[in-house]
């Protein structure tokens, strides 16, 4: 049997010091009455540091993204960057791994508001086995991500400190032809707010394989607006001084998840609670490269910056 790769402790402790985890509470082998409350606030501490992003699709000369550990290491830990789904949820794999959890990854079907219906095979998360239970765990997947694990439990709803609330439906999808359930994944911006898909997967594992081979659409299909709009989400932490919304503190990570900083295209918005407390419109790729470095913790570098001249994700 071929082992998975995994993260030294040496390397586990270079990506503490990156989401600015408490050393207090750091473990390189999590036993197994730890493990659901370790599992909380770690994936906090990943949502608050690690950006939900596709900048390479855009700032980069070769537009490739590499799903690979070893590379995902370098780019989210060492060059201070995050990623899309495949590549958040693929290191924070590899993560939970190296820290003696049970975890496999599942593929996704993500739903389109518009169209109603769900695409092909396109997003990808963890599921984590902790005294039996199964808890579905995202750390990619934008503003409406799960901000906590969710046990898989048909009907479950589980609050977000930022106003917004999550459940799990088991149940057919209108597209399949046969009568197989999934889990669907679905949120509400509030608790009078009506219920939204975002995505479903069949529990099932998947092998890091299926993850690279998953990645070609997202990455390289003129249909994924991946390849032609800049996207960056970032959460925000409770513990975060929003008298002065015009800068970040971005090491203050030790409060819950109540809002986020996200860009879409050539506009940014910061949200608190569900609340827009300021919004812009960048009437330049300079604007939008000094939000990324001011409220992302990006810095791209020069040539980086140069390579998404003339492209569809440009400013003009």
Known sequence: MMERITYSESQL???????????SERKYNVQNDDQLDFLFTLTRAQLLAVPFENLTLHYSWHK????????????????????????NNSFFHTVL???GYEVYMVAARVFSPD????????????????????????????????????????????????????????DTIPQYLSKQKVW??????????????QW????????????RVMNMSPSKSPSSFFTFRIMAVQFTSAAEDCSN?????????????DGSVFIDGNVMKYRKKGEVKMEKTFANEDERVEVLRKYFGVELKDEDIRAIRGTAGAIP
């Open 13 to 23: 402790e270079t990506y503490y010091n990156r989401i600015n985890f408490p050393k």
């Open 64 to 87: 490739i993204v590499d799903v690979n550990a070893d590379h995902l290491f370098n780019k989210i830990v060492n060059e201070r960057r995050g990623g899309y789904c495949m590549e």
């Open 97 to 99: 791994v190296s820290l």
């Open 115 to 170: 169209a109603k219906r769900y695409g092909g095979i396109t997003h990808c998360l963890n599921v984590v086995t902790i005294g039996g239970k199964s808890y579905a765990v995202d750390v990619g997947f934008g503003a409406r991500t799960p901000t906590v694990p969710m046990e898989l439990m048909d009907g479950k709803t589980f609050q977000r400190s930022d106003a917004g609330e999550m459940r799990f439906i088991y």
């Open 184 to 197: 669907i994944y679905e949120f509400r911006s509030s608790h009078e707010g009506e219920w939204t898909p």
């Open 200 to 211: 479903c997967f069949i529990d099932h594992e998947v092998l890091p394989d299926d993850i």
């Open 245 to 257: 919304m015009e800068t970040r503190n971005l090491s203050k990570t030790d409060g819950e998840i």
